[in-house]
Structure formats: C-alpha cells, structure tokens
C-alpha cells in the first residue's frame, strides 16, 4: 500500500473552489432579481454574509471537505494528517470571515445614508458604495489577501497557502 502523501494543487483546489461557487450560487440568484435597492434588507444582509463565509468551515469541520474538495477527492486535515477540529477550521478560514465583516460594515453603512433610502437601482447603490469608499478597501484588502495566498500555495512544497498555515491544515488527496 502507497503511504506518499499526494498535496492538493492549485488548479485542483481552484476548480473545488468553483465547484463550491455552483453551491452557493442557489442562494444568491433570486436575489439578483431583488438587488440591494429593492430589499434594503440589513438583516437579510447579515444572514447572506454569515451564510457565504460560514459554507467551507462548516463543511471542512463536519466533512474534511466541501462539496467541490468532495467532487475533486481531496480533504482538508491538520499538518499530522488528523482530522481537522472546528478550531482548525474557523482559522483556515478566518480571512475570508474577516474581509466578510468588513463587507457586511461598508454595506450597512451606505444602508443606513438618507441618499440609501431613495435609490432604486443599483447604479445608484454603486454610486453610493463608491462615494463613501467602501469599494476601494473592500478591493485593495480583498486582492492583497488573494495575492499572498496564490504566493504562498505556488511556493510551498506541501502546497500551503495562507490560510493553510493560520489553520495549521494540508489540504491532500484521497487515496
């Protein structure tokens, strides 16, 4: 029997990552027939983001795997091959959380402008969102993170990427 660990890779754990988007979709769609002008819902809102960043650790704590590592026969577990605990996993994932709630601050913030109240579409949203410069931090924190983590998986033997190392986790494949 080959005990040779074999380390997800990057196009592999890409493509989970959109198989995991195929997921989630289902949730967001019908909503882009109701965008935030329409609903002007901030709890709606706050269920939306808990909902997209809790997906993958309560999957990689329940299953070692959301449904696309699943489909792509990998698993997530920590750096002694164990099974990964809930510790492990809201770490791994605690960037995505992070930039989640500075997502779900700037949004509810231009919720709460008076010019808000009167938008109806989501031009008018944008035009907000931009003028209150929101999407610039939300842009410049969300692509640095992506940046540092594409480094640090394409230069890690084991394949690690940032949030591999926060959550002390190696994401490999099943054999």
């Known amino acids: 029997m ?3 660990v074999v380390y997800g890779g990057f196009w ?8 995991d988007g ?8 019908p ?3 109701f965008d935030k002008t329409t609903w002007k819902n901030p709890a709606l809102m706050i269920i939306l983001v808990c909902f997209s960043v809790l997906f993958r650790p309560f999957f990689e704590y329940l299953f070692s795997a959301t449904p696309g590592k699943m489909i792509m026969k990998m698993k997530v577990v920590k750096r002694d091959l164990s099974r990964i605990g809930l ?6 994932h605690s960037l995505i959380i992070v930039t989640g709630i500075i997502s779900l ?8 402008l008076p010019e808000f109240q009167s938008a109806i579409t989501m031009k008018e949203y944008t035009r907000l969102a931009r ?7 939300q842009t410049v924190v969300s692509m640095s993170i992506y940046t540092a983590e594409i480094i640090f998986l394409l230069a890690d033997k084991k394949k690690r990427s ?3 190392r926060i959550g002390q986790t190696l994401v490999i494949e099943k054999r």
């Open 2 to 4: 080959d005990n040779t």
């Open 12 to 19: 592999k754990r890409l493509l989970a990552l959109l198989i």
């Open 22 to 29: 195929l997921f989630i979709a289902p949730v967001f769609i």
């Open 31 to 33: 909503l882009q027939w």
């Open 87 to 92: 510790m492990n996993a809201v770490l791994r």
């Open 105 to 112: 601050y700037f949004t509810l913030r231009v919720f709460h």
């Open 131 to 137: 003028n209150s410069g929101h999407t610039i931090i």
């Open 162 to 164: 940032l949030h591999d």
